[in-house]
């Protein structure tokens, strides 16, 4: 039975729409130039003031502890906690606490950094990009709930069920429950290296930074400089992203004026705006106001998801699979909000930010570089993250002793 060639038409035809999409923008900008730069300038902003702090000392600070092994040696102690929960190597707990202290694409990021090192298969790179989208908490505590919607209380609520609501989103749809050939090979060696003479865990984890330092073999002035270059490279490709779809909310909002509301068209395209468009928006009730734009951090438009499946363009991304999650991301944060909204009113009305002094905040958004001051909370942020994971691994390593024990 012969075989049928594969159509050209999908190929072709997306061609089509990508021309004929970048010619119809073009056409607007140049008809319209001053609302079109505008609208660059605020995606400019946004990015310089928001999105570079916060995610440039990160970047180069994990690729240079991926590179010593330090991410390694942590990926043997997560081992089974990462396993057992969410079916992938332990050194994707490093992946996780990126993506939810810096946002996205923080967590993509340091997954290509992995991958590219073969610490990670494509199928683990693509699951673990998924498990670790999400917003930076700087957006959420600090732009939204002070600087916007002045409830620092509220903030907290947010950040919590968009970091849960993240979660489960991927441990319905992103958790596969069967093993790849590369992951059972994983995982048989090291039941066999620990099942060896070598002397404990620490001993193990020690060995796997050796490797892999040993691997990478840059010294450290090169290996800076290659960090700095490529988060600043990286960083780029974010800021021209943002731009972009800011010029695209404010051309498709002269073009449908009135049909739906502003919000959701700018939410839908890019999250940042979407957000502060939610904010200035009049709604029925706090409640549901607080869960429109929950529910559009969880989804974070489709700026802040194709710059995760650029990050990991060479791994390759199931790019359906992937807005799936986000979209059910959107769905249980929506929910969760509307849910656990009525216990806002038991918090405190005083509570200060985790990042910075309400007294220093600057509520303008033109005016955010106070942002800069947030990195060592951040920093710290990381190490409880690390440190819950490390907690929560090491209690079921005693599990899995205590049985074999008891048997």
Same mark, same amino acid.
């Given at each position: 039975?012969?075989k049928?060639?594969?159509?050209?038409?999908? +190929?072709? %035809?997306?061609?089509? =729409? @990508?021309?004929?999409?970048? *010619?119809?923008?073009?056409? &607007?900008?140049?008809?319209?130039p001053?609302p079109?730069?505008?609208a660059?300038?605020?995606?400019?902003?946004?990015w310089?003031?928001?999105v570079?702090?916060?995610?440039?000392?990160?970047?180069?600070?994990?690729?240079?502890?991926?590179a010593?092994?330090w991410?390694?040696?942590?990926?043997t102690?997560l081992?089974?906690?990462?396993n057992?929960?969410f079916?992938?190597?332990?050194?994707?707990?490093?992946?996780?606490a990126?993506?939810?202290?810096?946002?996205?694409p923080?967590?993509?990021?340091?997954?290509?950094?992995?991958y590219e090192?073969g610490?990670?298969?494509?199928?683990?790179?693509?699951?673990?990009?998924a498990?670790?989208?999400?917003?930076?908490?700087?957006?959420?505590l600090?732009?939204?709930a002070?600087?916007?919607?002045?409830d +620092?209380? %509220?903030g907290?609520? =947010? @950040?919590v069920?968009?970091? *849960?609501?993240?979660?489960s &989103?991927f441990?319905l749809?992103?958790?596969?429950r069967?093993?790849?050939?590369?992951?059972t090979?994983?995982?048989?060696?090291?039941k066999?290296?620990?099942?060896?003479?070598s002397?404990s865990?620490?001993?193990?984890?020690?060995?796997?930074?050796?490797r892999?330092?040993?691997k990478?073999?840059?010294?450290?002035?090169?290996?800076?400089?290659?960090?700095?270059?490529?988060a600043?490279?990286?960083?780029?490709?974010?800021?021209?992203?943002?731009?972009?779809?800011?010029?695209?909310?404010?051309?498709?909002?002269?073009v449908?004026?009135?049909?739906?509301?502003?919000?959701?068209l700018s939410?839908?395209?890019e999250?940042?705006?979407?957000a502060?468009?939610?904010?200035?928006a009049?709604?029925?009730?706090?409640r549901?106001?607080?869960?429109v734009?929950? %529910?559009?951090?969880g989804?974070?438009g489709i700026?802040? *998801?194709?710059q995760s499946?650029?990050a990991?363009?060479?791994?390759?991304?199931?790019?359906?699979?992937?807005t799936l999650v986000?979209?059910?991301?959107?769905?249980?944060?929506f929910?969760a909000?509307?849910?656990?909204?009525?216990?806002?009113?038991y918090?405190p009305?005083?509570v200060?930010?985790?990042?910075s002094?309400?007294?220093e905040?600057q509520?303008?958004?033109?005016?955010l570089f106070?942002?800069?001051?947030?990195?060592?909370?951040?920093?710290?942020?990381?190490v409880?993250?690390v440190a819950t994971?490390?907690?929560?691994s090491?209690?079921?390593?005693?599990?899995?002793?205590?049985?074999?024990?008891s048997?």
């Open positions: 039975m012969k049928k060639a594969p159509s050209r038409f999908t +190929p072709v %035809a997306a061609t089509v =729409l @990508l021309g004929a999409g970048a *010619i119809v923008l073009v056409t &607007a900008i140049v008809s319209s001053a079109a730069f505008q660059s300038l605020q995606g400019l902003r946004l310089w003031q928001i570079f702090p916060a995610l440039l000392p990160f970047l180069v600070l994990s690729e240079m502890l991926i010593y092994g991410i390694h040696a942590l990926g102690w081992e089974p906690l990462m057992r929960l079916k992938l190597p332990g050194i994707g707990g490093w992946v996780l990126m993506g939810m202290t810096t946002g996205f923080g967590g993509a990021q340091a997954a290509r950094q992995l090192q610490d990670l298969n494509a199928r683990e790179a693509d699951k673990l990009a498990l670790a989208h999400f917003c930076n908490p700087m957006l959420i600090i732009v939204i002070t600087g916007l919607m002045h +620092p209380a %509220a907290y609520i =947010l @950040l069920v968009h970091w *849960i609501t993240g979660l &989103a441990l749809l992103g958790r596969s069967k093993h790849s050939d590369v992951e090979a994983r995982n048989t060696s090291v066999k290296s620990r099942d060896t003479k002397p865990l620490v001993y193990h984890s020690l060995e796997s930074a050796k892999a330092h040993a990478d073999g840059r010294s450290f002035g090169r290996l800076l400089g290659d960090s700095v270059t490529n600043v490279q990286s960083l780029m490709m974010v800021g021209g992203y943002i731009i972009i779809f800011a010029v695209v909310i404010q051309i498709a909002s002269r449908m004026p009135g049909r739906i509301p502003a919000y959701w939410g839908l395209l999250v940042h705006l979407g502060k468009d939610a904010a200035a009049t709604f029925a009730s706090d549901m106001q607080w869960s734009i929950s %529910a559009l951090l989804f974070s700026s802040a *998801i194709l499946m650029s990991l363009g060479k791994a390759g991304i199931r790019r359906l699979h992937f986000r979209l059910l991301h959107g769905v249980l944060a929910a909000t509307w849910v656990i909204w009525p216990l806002i009113r918090l009305r005083d200060s930010l985790v990042f002094s309400r007294e905040l509520t303008d958004l033109s005016s106070s942002l800069w001051k947030t990195i060592p909370q951040l920093l710290q942020w990381q409880i993250l994971m490390l907690a929560c090491l209690m079921l390593m005693l599990l899995q002793i205590r049985r074999k024990h048997r």
